[in-house]
């Protein structure tokens, strides 16, 4: 008989943060800094771990030099399509310290060029080992392979959703888990497939696992605003990934086009339809199921946008009295709610 989890799961959506008492004055006073031992990789982190996703549209070299600025302190996944070339050029203008905030990406058919790339650019430390569904033995196989090749690389490691494989992929090797499974704001695999699981309690399931082992985990996928990237670090997460929010800029890839008098830049999931005939069926097993492709209104350069992510995410710590963004999920209470914001005079989310 099929099961069913009578548990209430729950979204971004579903909740709010409670405020508390605070002797926070301003949100100046707020470090959004984390740092990190990993777990296999031995490696420290130091940074704002706030992720611009490895899609092709926006982890480009460009995001990852503009967001790793020191104002932002940011980290790219870049997308697997760069060509060795491509990365022996960027090696070349890049600093020591932009490769403490990047990590090359790469699915399972990818272990020769991964290797490739890592040889001629030795200053990587991270790889980001992306696949549609991180419960396929075949990838837990692959994640003890690439651990047995790099032994000393952090090695991201998604994507998933519950916390027995997020123990399993920990043990195998990986420091950093990738969790979502449908969230994606171009993804569809929830309308494809039917299998899913809420962000907000996968985040909170998989953290609790991943810490119980001194592992780490990103939340990816379904943030829409800062609120919701406040939200998933509350849940617990290490990491925040984001594609749609950091889409648009000047830095992600593409064309800006004019439709109906509007300045727009396209932004597509990594299997729809448009990827794959961008990169010629080289990524038709990407995911399972299709992505969208959708346009977004041009936002300009990516400094706006972050800083306005940074931004509400120290705010939320000065709601909370988190000094630290490491405090804020020990201060977080959520609540359950039916609505978010007030919606009367526009979507509110500008
Ligand atoms: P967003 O921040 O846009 O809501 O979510 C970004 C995440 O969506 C990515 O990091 C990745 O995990 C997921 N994603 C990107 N492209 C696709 C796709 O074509 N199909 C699916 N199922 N997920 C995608």
């Not at 020591?96 to 790339?117: F, P």
């Not at 119980?212 to 990237?229: A, E, Y």
Request: net charge neutral; glycine share 10%; proline share 3%.
């Amino acid at each position: 008989m099929p099961h069913i989890d009578q548990n209430v799961k729950l979204d971004f959506k579903d909740v709010l943060i409670r405020p508390k008492r605070s002797t926070l004055r301003s949100r100046a006073e707020v470090d959004l800094n984390r740092s990190f031992p990993f777990r296999n990789s031995k490696m420290d982190y130091t940074g704002v771990p706030v992720m611009a996703a490895n899609m092709d549209t926006v982890g480009t070299f460009q995001m990852a030099k503009a967001l790793a600025e020191p104002e932002f302190n940011m980290f790219t996944c870049i997308h697997k399509h760069y060509t060795l070339q491509e990365w022996e050029q960027f090696d070349k203008s890049a600093s020591d310290e932009l490769y403490s905030h990047i990590a090359i990406s790469g699915g399972t058919g990818d272990l020769d060029r991964l290797t490739e790339v890592i040889k001629s650019v030795p200053r990587l430390k991270y790889i980001c080992l992306d696949v549609a569904n991180g419960y396929s033995e075949h990838f837990i196989h692959f994640v003890e392979k690439v651990r047995r090749h790099f032994p000393d690389h952090t090695i991201i490691a998604g994507n998933v959703v519950t916390p027995e494989i997020v123990e399993e992929l920990i043990l195998k090797g990986a420091d950093i888990i990738k969790v979502g499974i449908g969230p994606g704001s171009v993804c569809t695999t929830r309308v494809k497939t039917g299998i899913g699981y809420p962000q907000l309690s996968a985040v909170m399931e998989c953290a609790d696992a991943a810490h119980g082992l001194g592992g780490h985990i990103i939340s990816d996928g379904g943030c829409t605003c800062p609120g919701d990237v406040a939200k998933a670090f509350g849940a617990g997460a290490d990491f925040v990934m984001l594609g749609g929010m950091l889409a648009g800029h000047d830095q992600s890839d593409g064309q800006v086009i004019e439709k109906n008098g509007q300045k727009v830049k396209e932004f597509y999931g990594m299997s729809s339809k448009t990827a794959m005939e961008k990169h010629s069926g080289g990524v038709a097993e990407y995911r399972a199921s299709e992505g969208k492709a959708v346009t977004v209104p041009y936002k300009g350069d990516v400094a706006v946008t972050a800083r306005d992510i940074l931004g509400g995410l120290r705010s939320t710590c000065t709601y909370v009295g988190a000094g630290k963004l490491k405090e804020l999920s020990k201060r977080t209470t959520f609540i359950r709610v039916t609505q978010q914001e007030n919606r009367v005079f526009s979507t509110g989310k500008e």
